[in-house]
């Protein structure tokens, strides 16, 4: 192993490459690209390299890159493409495609505003969009994890009990373009933690149909199966974890990160680089004596309900921290939040941060102040920042 500085950018593409590498005994890899800010660097260093097996194809737009990828896996190839914000709203038919088909491919999205107006910086509802489109997804909240969530997809995606895309999540800007020491594992120990992808619906010289015409009772049974696959990626993805922490020697979190939950009264739930600040924050509430915690959320397809419901058993205040927006609701991670907390704790929605706004101790702060002194929860509030 080595240690780098790289952006998050970077490192989601170095985790590929050496994924990439990985299958180059069997049928390589391949995928298609398209740039789109800001993940245009992980593209590019992509780009960059020359493959022993495979290639890079540069195509018009995100729709066909996705496209690109889904044939490649087809075909038996490893694959991943990255894109953001309107980017990936533009590829979403073959999002879905892509899952429906049950193609294992991992994508890196750079979360960002989805616009007009047009804002390059971060949001996550870009991701939230495609929550029902049979993808797992992971939001990361540091550049290590970032290219170690991307490993470990790879083997959880082509997982034969799975068989499932997965989208690794990044804050744009905040991680996307910030340098951090990271730890790039040899070659040969990504080898071993990568067999080679057998799918076992690879197109070869023998025919066969690829998304033919279902009739209703068809879409129940591969309904059905997509849903039981999703229903299984929890007891997989720890034994991947498993596998990682004992071919790379660090463990990935799991689907919820607790912090100084053990006691806690109150509880902040939020994804991505907030948790940190939430942290600090959550510190200087104990060195007062309140019993604050926090939860991360890093899993958020399937949605971790069970691990959820345990963590926030003993908690009486609760705010939930939404870097996105449903209009007309509130935020997006809060009515599934709601389903998992104590029927008779109070529960608060903020939206913070929407827009790439910095995201303060200040104003998390705020938030837990507002939080100790109310009586009953109102409608979820935009909490104004910078």
Same mark, same amino acid.
């Given at each position: 192993?080595?240690?780098?500085?790289?952006?998050?950018?970077?490192?989601?593409?170095?985790?590929?490459?050496?994924?990439g590498?990985?299958?180059?005994?069997?049928?390589?890899?391949?995928?298609?690209?398209?740039?789109?800010?800001?993940?245009?660097? %992980?593209?590019? &260093?992509? %780009?960059?390299h020359?493959?022993t &097996?495979?290639?890079?194809?540069?195509v018009?737009?995100?729709h066909?890159?996705?496209?690109? #990828?889904m044939?490649?896996v @087809?075909?038996?190839?490893?694959?991943?493409?990255?894109? !953001?914000?309107?980017?990936?709203?533009?590829m979403?038919?073959?999002?879905y495609?892509?899952a429906?088909?049950?193609?294992?491919? *991992?994508?890196?999205?750079?979360?960002?505003?989805?616009?007009?107006?047009?804002?390059?910086?971060?949001?996550?509802?870009?991701? @939230?969009?495609?929550?029902?489109?049979g993808?797992?997804q992971?939001?990361?909240?540091?550049?290590?994890?970032? $290219?170690?969530?991307?490993?470990?997809?790879?083997?959880?995606?082509?997982?034969?009990?799975?068989?499932?895309? *997965?989208l690794v999540?990044?804050?744009?800007?905040?991680?996307?373009?910030?340098?951090?020491?990271?730890?790039?594992?040899d070659?040969?120990?990504?080898? !071993?933690?990568?067999?080679?992808?057998? $799918?076992p619906?690879?197109?070869?010289? =023998?025919? *066969?149909?690829i998304?033919?015409l279902?009739?209703p009772?068809?879409?129940?049974?591969?309904?059905?199966?997509?849903?039981?696959?999703?229903?299984?990626?929890p007891?997989v993805?720890?034994?991947?974890?498993?596998?990682?922490?004992?071919?790379f020697?660090?463990r990935?979190?799991g689907p +919820?990160?607790?912090?100084?939950?053990e006691?806690?009264?109150?509880?902040?739930?939020?994804?991505?680089?907030?948790?940190?600040?939430?942290?600090?924050v =959550?510190?200087?509430?104990?060195?007062k004596?309140?019993? *604050?915690?926090?939860l991360?959320?890093?899993m958020?397809r399937p949605?971790?309900?069970?691990?959820?419901?345990?963590?926030?058993?003993? #908690?009486?205040?609760?705010?939930?921290?939404?870097?996105?927006?449903? $209009?007309?609701?509130?935020? +997006?991670?809060?009515?599934?939040?709601?389903?998992?907390?104590?029927?008779?704790?109070?529960?608060?929605?903020?939206?913070?941060? $929407?827009g790439?706004g910095? /995201?303060?101790?200040?104003?998390?702060?705020? /938030?837990?102040?507002?939080?100790w &002194?109310?009586?009953?929860?109102e409608?979820? &509030? /935009?909490?104004e920042?910078?």
């Open positions: 192993m080595s240690m780098e500085l790289l952006s998050a950018n970077h490192a989601a593409a170095t985790a590929t490459i050496l994924a590498e990985a299958n180059r005994d069997a049928r390589g890899f391949g995928c298609g690209v398209y740039p789109i800010t800001p993940q245009t660097e %992980c593209i590019e &260093k992509l %780009c960059r020359e493959f &097996k495979g290639e890079v194809v540069r018009e737009s995100e066909s890159a996705m496209a690109v #990828c044939g490649f @087809l075909s038996g190839a490893r694959s991943f493409t990255a894109s !953001a914000s309107n980017g990936l709203a533009y979403v038919e073959n999002v495609n892509v429906l088909y049950r193609v294992p491919m *991992v994508m890196m999205a750079a979360n960002r505003t989805l616009g007009p107006p047009w804002n390059i910086w971060v949001d996550h509802g870009d991701a @939230l969009l495609l929550r029902d489109s993808w797992i992971f939001f990361c909240e540091d550049n290590q994890e970032v $290219l170690d969530t991307t490993l470990l997809a790879y083997r959880l995606a082509e997982d034969h009990r799975i068989l499932l895309p *997965v999540n990044q804050d744009a800007f905040v991680l996307s373009h910030t340098m951090m020491q990271t730890d790039v594992p070659q040969a120990l990504v080898d !071993a933690f990568l067999p080679d992808l057998d $799918l619906h690879r197109i070869t010289d =023998v025919p *066969v149909t998304g033919g279902d009739f009772h068809e879409t129940e049974v591969h309904r059905r199966q997509h849903a039981e696959a999703m229903d299984r990626v007891d993805l720890a034994e991947c974890e498993d596998a990682f922490e004992d071919i020697g660090r990935l979190p +919820i990160v607790p912090y100084r939950m006691d806690a009264e109150m509880c902040l739930i939020s994804m991505g680089t907030t948790a940190s600040t939430v942290r600090e =959550v510190d200087r509430e104990r060195e004596g309140r019993r *604050v915690g926090s991360r959320l890093r958020f949605f971790p309900i069970a691990p959820m419901q345990q963590a926030l058993a003993q #908690c009486t205040r609760i705010g939930v921290l939404d870097r996105n927006i449903s $209009l007309g609701l509130g935020g +997006i991670t809060w009515p599934e939040i709601m389903a998992t907390v104590p029927r008779d704790a109070l529960v608060q929605n903020y939206m913070i941060g $929407l790439g910095d /995201i303060r101790p200040q104003d998390i702060q705020g /938030i837990v102040d507002d939080l &002194k109310r009586e009953q929860s409608s979820p &509030k /935009i909490v920042v910078g």
